[in-house]
């Protein structure tokens, strides 16, 4: 069994106790009525600790519509105030002191707005456990024989604390290691798309026939694809058991992007690696619960989370179907008052009846981002990188 999945308890047993209960909850899937009234008294409990811990949440909290009157349905998650991901770009706000902060990651690379956001063992832990799990759930964890792994992110050097890097390193920690390549490596005064290592890497891999973890951007395998085809080498057969875990978007590079069919029908074609091992994951370092595509590549929404879409204009929620702002609802952060977040991106959440996949919580497609230039991310920082090497 993965380190992962192992218990962790919340800060304050007492105070979050509804909150502990519901991220013990193994099933990434699960739903019904009894688990509906566990997550508002989950949240309850989480909007009472950052009030109690966050001079900023409480005053947001008491300018509220939520505000004495506590929570009583999934309905009146619309009471809840919420702060834009964007505002943790500019100020950081936490609900925990110093001493208590396991770890502290940004959310942009070089350049660009960077979001500051600490977290508490809790909240760390939980994160990578609600990950394992779903990771678990689709049979990508505890394998046994050895990994090769290509990360298209950035190679570690001292003092990076980007929130991508971090994620794709913990979870090598998901099957054993036998060889580690990045696709960005490290200069000595920063980081580089390195595309001939990644095609160097991929025929290695090909030839060892030991499985596959491609985990990061899509934009550098893609752009690895192309160098292929460029230098006139034919398709080559991964290892079936291989498994292609994407993770950051496009941003800055929209004109270059491959739809999703498109590429995961290029990964299929060039690297032999089936269609239902290729899925692409949503998250964020305001937010840091695991949307992973279904064998539909649909993204939907874990047990510990819920979701509502904003109109762009009025901001009213809006029902299935209807494309808004992206707000992102979960009480297992205790680090910060992120519980309630608002994202830049533009979506619409589906019935699970709309998917056909079988899992039966509700699920969302990202249409693109809205928002002004200046506000950056991991991917805005990283596609620079592949300006005159692709």
Sequence with gaps: MSQYLNPVQVPDPA?????Q????????????????????EAMNESNAWHVARSPFFAKLWGASEAA????????????LPYLHA???????????????VALHVTSSGTTGQKSQMSFDHWTLRNGQRMVARVFDSYGW????????????????????????????????????VRSVEYALKHTGSGHEFDPFGCVRALLRFAEEGAPVRI???????SFTLDRMRELGLPPVTLNPRSLVAFGGGWKGHADREVGKPELYQRIHEQLGIPDERIRDGYGAVEHSVLYMECAHHRLHVPTWSRMLVRD????????????????????????????????????????????GCGLPT???????????????????????????TS
């Design 15 to 19: 105070a979050l106790a509804h909150v």
């Design 21 to 40: 209960q519901l991220c013990d909850i193994a099933e990434p899937y699960a739903v019904g009525p009894e688990l509906d009234r566990l997550f508002v």
């Design 68 to 79: 004495g009157r506590p929570l009583e349905s999934i309905a009146d998650l619309e009471r």
């Design 86 to 100: 964007n505002f943790f770009k500019a100020h950081e706000v936490v609900s925990i002191s110093g001493p208590e």
């Design 141 to 176: 964890l505890g394998e046994s024989e050895p990994v090769n792994y290509l990360l298209s992110n950035y190679q570690p050097r001292p003092g990076l604390n980007l929130g991508t890097s971090f994620t794709d390193e913990y979870l090598c920690d998901f099957a054993p």
């Design 215 to 221: 985990l990061g951007f899509p934009a550098f395998l």
């Design 312 to 355: 762009v204009r009025t901001l009213r929620p809006l029902p299935h179907g209807e494309r808004g702002y992206a707000q992102f609802v979960s009480p297992y952060i205790t680090s910060a008052p992120a519980q309630s977040v608002l994202m830049g991106d533009l979506v619409s959440q589906h019935s699970p009846e709309e998917c």
């Design 362 to 388: 509700p699920w969302f497609a990202v249409h693109g981002r809205a928002g002004l230039s200046r506000n950056r991310s991991c991917a805005v920082a990283a596609a620079e990188l592949l300006k005159g």
